[in-house]
């Protein structure tokens, strides 16, 4: 890629991460690049629409074109379109926060969500998000089928240290647990990033059988409320949903 290219999105990526307003000499500092090439770089994104001077200052923050291009990428997305009626029955059945999300680069990224009327909660769930690997139902389905060399490299940048008693912090065990999710077809993630908080997720995959993504449904905040009966229920109407939007996809029956 061309050096000013690459240079030019991975300041509006750290402008987008980070959500704080940054001067030229700042994101000069943080990058190791000449205050006269960053200069040039904000004038082109600014320019472009992409980032905006704070008025009455020098520093620089991202702009809500981003919101516009995202938007108009996710109403043309497939999956997106044809598993919303299926999403919004899981909503209706299970009466708890339902998402979708799309394989990016092996990684779990949500596309949408869907919400019980009467939920007043925080789910921690929004369209854009991207899972951790190892701590997130749907992160571990996108890991669960990725080719080998792409799934060493996700394991080499997860965070392996303990959070709970249930945190996996060793790769051989969690790779154990990938061949269980594609056994299975489901995976669960239960208090191992925090006590209360658990989902369960199930893949969906495309007409050439391949993962096009996967559904995840958000378990009651109470941890004590987690009983066999309420796993099963979960875990079976999620693979269901998921089975129903991959037959939507045009992924044939077994």
């Known amino acids: 890629m061309n050096n000013t290219l690459q240079n030019g999105f991975t300041i509006l990526e750290y402008l987008a991460a980070d959500a704080e307003e940054c ?26 629409g992409y980032v905006e001077q704070t008025p009455g200052s020098r520093k620089y923050r991202i702009s ?34 339902v998402f979708l999300t799309a394989p990016y680069r092996y990684r779990s990224l949500i596309v949408a969500t869907e919400y019980p009327e009467r939920f007043a909660g925080d789910a921690g769930v929004v369209v854009g998000q991207i899972h951790p690997v190892n701590r997130s139902a749907c992160g571990k389905i996108c890991a669960a089928y990725a080719p080998e060399e792409a799934l060493d490299e996700l394991l080499a940048g997860c965070d392996w240290s303990r959070k709970t008693e249930q945190s996996i912090t060793d790769p051989a065990r969690f790779r154990e647990e990938l061949k269980t999710i594609r ?6 993630m239960e208090a191992e990033f925090d006590r209360n908080t658990g989902a369960v997720g199930a893949p969906v995959f495309n007409a050439s059988r391949e993962l096009a993504g996967a559904v995840g449904v958000i378990l009651p905040e109470d941890a004590s409320l987690w009983t066999p009966e309420l ?3 979960f875990i079976d109407a ?5 089975e129903s939007i991959s037959f939507a996809l045009g992924c044939p029956l077994e």
């Open 23 to 48: 001067s030229v000499k700042e994101l000069a500092e943080h990058f190791g690049l000449p205050n006269s090439h960053v200069c040039r770089l904000l004038k082109t994104l600014a320019d472009t």
């Open 64 to 97: 809500l074109k981003i919101l516009n291009l995202s938007n108009m990428r996710l109403k043309k997305l497939k999956l997106r379109n044809i598993a919303r009626p299926y999403l919004q029955k899981l909503v209706r059945e299970l009466e708890r926060p």
């Open 183 to 188: 056994a299975c077809g489901f995976s669960r």
């Open 231 to 233: 796993r099963t229920r």
């Open 238 to 242: 999620t693979k269901s949903c998921g």
